[in-house]
């Protein structure tokens, strides 16, 4: 009796784009980076007074400009790059800004499934999926999805894991 050969899974761009709030998702943590970077240094700044290196400023002001840049210009590039699908044979999924992954998971190895609600996630009404396999280059994670599709996404991807036959190994 021949068994079947596995077909390999098309990489293709996936068809859903993530949720446009995840772009302001996206520009608040890098808000949230910029406080933590610059804070610190303008604190010395001010504990200093005038006795202070000038150096010092001149590093918080470049921290200050490099990360304001980043948050205007980055978030919109993540948004357009940023996709994922779900299909009954794989779940795809394209990330990155500079450096673009593409990753697909045959559903016959998804593990669990997994969703996460960030304190600015929670405001913004935004989740993230992590989809955990049986490979060795760790989890598909599928960030900025809107709370509801987000629950829907894991529901679904677990009834569909529970109908396939296979151990995920």
């Given at each position: 009796?021949?068994?079947?050969?596995?077909?390999?899974?098309p990489l293709r761009p996936p068809?859903?784009?993530?949720?446009?709030?995840?772009?302001?998702?996206?520009?608040?943590?890098?808000?949230?980076?910029?406080?933590?970077?610059?804070?610190?240094?303008?604190?010395?700044?001010?504990?200093?007074?005038?006795?202070?290196?000038?150096?010092?400023?001149?590093?918080?002001?470049?921290?200050?400009?490099?990360?304001?840049?980043?948050?205007?210009?980055?978030?919109?590039?993540?948004?357009?790059?940023?996709?994922?699908?779900?299909?009954?044979?794989?779940?795809?999924?394209?990330?990155?800004?500079?450096?673009?992954?593409?990753?697909?998971?045959?559903?016959?190895?998804?593990?669990?499934v997994d969703t996460e609600h960030?304190?600015?996630?929670?405001?913004?009404?935004?989740?993230?999926?992590?989809?955990?396999?049986?490979?060795?280059?760790?989890?598909?994670?599928?960030?900025?999805?809107?709370?509801?599709?987000?629950?829907?996404?894991?529901?679904?991807?677990?009834?569909?894991?529970?109908?396939?036959?296979?151990?995920?190994?």
């Amino acid at each position: 009796m021949a068994t079947a050969v596995p077909t390999a899974l098309p990489l293709r761009p996936p068809a859903h784009q993530v949720s446009p709030r995840a772009v302001r998702w996206w520009q608040l943590r890098a808000l949230v980076t910029l406080v933590v970077l610059v804070a610190p240094q303008v604190i010395v700044l001010v504990a200093m007074g005038g006795s202070a290196p000038g150096w010092l400023a001149w590093t918080a002001g470049a921290t200050a400009a490099v990360t304001l840049v980043y948050t205007v210009v980055v978030p919109p590039l993540l948004y357009r790059i940023h996709r994922w699908e779900v299909t009954p044979e794989a779940v795809y999924t394209l990330s990155g800004w500079l450096v673009r992954e593409w990753r697909i998971a045959p559903i016959s190895r998804v593990q669990t499934v997994d969703t996460e609600h960030g304190p600015l996630q929670q405001l913004l009404k935004l989740a993230s999926v992590t989809v955990t396999t049986a490979s060795a280059r760790g989890p598909v994670k599928i960030h900025g999805l809107e709370d509801h599709a987000a629950a829907e996404l894991a529901r679904m991807l677990t009834e569909t894991t529970q109908a396939t036959p296979g151990d995920a190994t």
